[in-house]
């Protein structure tokens, strides 16, 4: 019953147009950014690099599709919490906008279990999204460019060998899942307390932008904020690029996100479970 | 009277064998730098394996595996897997680069650098344009070999370069090992490239200056065998 309300709920997230803007929009973006690579990577690399090469010559490539696929993931993670809300800002708020909630509830289908099938199809949504994103920089950067070692610039300069590079990358994927998954459960929450869309998407996003520039801005009362703002651990892939790798300090990330989800998840099924359904 | 005497000879004694000590000194510089040339000057070309580790405070590199092509009188090319950093300075450890042009040669002392008798020179290059300020060698007067060397330059500070030597290849003597220290500045780089929004760690504006050091070990030479010449060539180098 459970999987097949999953289903049903899956069929109506892909019917709808929206769901393939994410996936258009990162099919477009992904190889518009390699091949911008292609083209003038090396003068992103030179002005990187410049102090390094006061006393070092460089020999071989470092342009590859590794790194290709590394400043993808830094570009873009800021932005895909967009095209996740996109759809999952819309799973309650959609219902109600066009009025369909009473119809649905009208199923043997108890409201927590309508919750739940409904976030497992928008995480399931998120993976996909998620997953085509790795697969498309990963195979479009290597064809285009090739494998190599991977050069991550940082306070630190971390240069990894071709062979040690693919698994820090899958890795950084996995976590963006997580990630993902928890800005879904945002959106989602969001949406519980909405009869329309827009409302839930543009505070989901408010509220991830608000967090991120308040993390980045170094002033001492944001600095005793930072650690309870999720999005300070969106970004925690990053610590697969460093050498050592801070599992501990990675692990946390997880449990930090994982506990958000779990909140956002109970909110939204108090907040449901107690909504009066007027539509 | 014959105090005097005394004084006005042992004077004069001193003054010769300062005088004396001063030529002698000034000849040795030259010849021992003229037998590190000329031993050098035997080997016209080689080809070796290197192994290359990199320690600077703010680079993480994994050691890299190559080779390396040398041919008289300065033409040098290194080759590894991946991508390497490679010390502008250091891979290449022929005199010549260090005393081409004109320069002079002081004699300073005698010194023990790791268990070996040196000969201590200063050599300061004669020309105006020389990036090389001046350079002391530790010379080997019995191998006419470099053991150590330091040069202050005039735009990246101070190098040494340590050499060790092992086995001999084809009868020369070249080094297994060099660790080449240097200055470095680290500038702090933008944070729109690294990406590193939520850095704990704070920032400094300021660049600061550092000492990385390179160890290159060199094994496996062939020496004066046409390698190297091959490769060149087959470059068009």
């Keep these: ?279 | 009277m014959n105090q005097k005497r005394t004084y006005k000879i042992l004077f004069s004694a001193l003054t010769c064998m300062l005088l004396f000590d001063f030529g002698a000194s000034g000849q040795d510089a030259d010849l021992l730098i003229k037998n590190v040339r000329e031993k050098f000057q035997k080997v016209k070309e080689y080809e070796a394996a290197v192994s290359i580790k990199i320690d600077v405070d703010f680079v993480k590199i994994p050691d890299k595996t190559g080779t390396i092509w040398f041919m008289q009188p300065d033409h040098i090319k290194v080759k590894t897997k991946g991508f390497s950093l490679l010390p502008k300075r250091g891979m290449n450890f022929s005199p010549n680069q260090l005393l081409e042009g004109g320069f002079t040669p002081i004699w300073i002392k005698k010194e023990v650098v790791d268990g070996h008798n040196t000969e201590v020179v200063k050599v300061i290059p004669q020309s105006d344009d020389s990036d090389i300020l001046i350079s002391t060698l530790w010379i080997d007067p019995v191998k006419n070999i470099i053991r150590k060397l330091e040069s202050t330059t005039r735009n990246e500070g101070t190098f040494v370069m340590q050499f060790s030597y092992g086995k001999l290849y084809s009868g020369y003597e070249l080094p297994e090992k060099i660790i080449f220290d240097f200055d470095l500045r680290k500038n702090e780089i933008p944070l729109g490239l690294t990406g590193d929004f939520e850095s704990e760690r704070p920032k400094d504006p300021k660049p600061k200056n550092t000492r990385g050091t390179v160890t290159i070990f060199y094994s496996d030479y062939i020496v004066n065998q046409g390698k190297a010449l091959q490769y060149f060539k087959g470059k068009g180098d």
């Excluded at chain 1, 909630?101 to 999204?129: D, E, H, N, Q, W």
């Design chain 1, 1 to 279: 019953m459970y999987w097949t309300t999953v289903k049903i709920e899956l069929f109506k997230i892909f019917s709808r147009v929206r769901t393939y803007i994410g996936f258009a929009a990162i099919t477009l973006l992904i190889p518009l950014i390699q091949i911008a690579l292609y083209i003038d990577g090396e003068t992103y690399l030179e002005f990187s690099l410049q102090n390094l090469k006061e006393a070092f010559s460089f020999q071989g490539e470092l342009l590859n599709g590794y790194l290709a696929t590394y400043i993808i993931l830094i570009t873009l993670y800021v932005h895909i919490p967009f095209l996740v809300t996109l759809v999952t800002g819309d799973l309650l708020a959609g219902e109600a906008a066009s009025g369909t909630f009473r119809m649905i509830l009208t199923r043997p289908v108890s409201r927590v279990k309508l919750i739940l099938a409904k976030f497992t199809a928008g995480i399931i949504y998120t993976s996909l999204l998620i997953a085509w994103m790795a697969v498309l920089s990963i195979t479009m950067g290597v064809l285009v460019m090739g494998t190599g070692d991977l050069v991550v610039i940082k306070n630190t300069i971390f240069i990894f060998a071709e062979n040690d590079v693919l698994w820090r990358l899958v890795c950084a994927f996995a976590y963006g899942l997580v990630a993902m998954w928890t800005v879904a459960a945002l959106s989602t929450m969001l949406s519980a307390f909405a009869d329309n869309s827009i409302g839930p998407i543009m505070l989901t996003m408010t509220i991830i932008i608000a967090f991120i520039i308040i993390s980045a801005i170094d002033l001492s009362i944001f600095r005793v904020v930072k650690p309870f703002l999720f999005t300070n651990y969106l970004g925690s892939w990053k610590l697969f690029f460093e050498d050592p790798v801070d599992y501990n300090k990675i692990l946390n990330s997880i449990w930090v996100l994982l506990f958000h989800i779990g909140i956002f998840l109970s909110a939204t099924i108090i907040t449901f479970r107690r909504k009066d359904i007027l539509t």
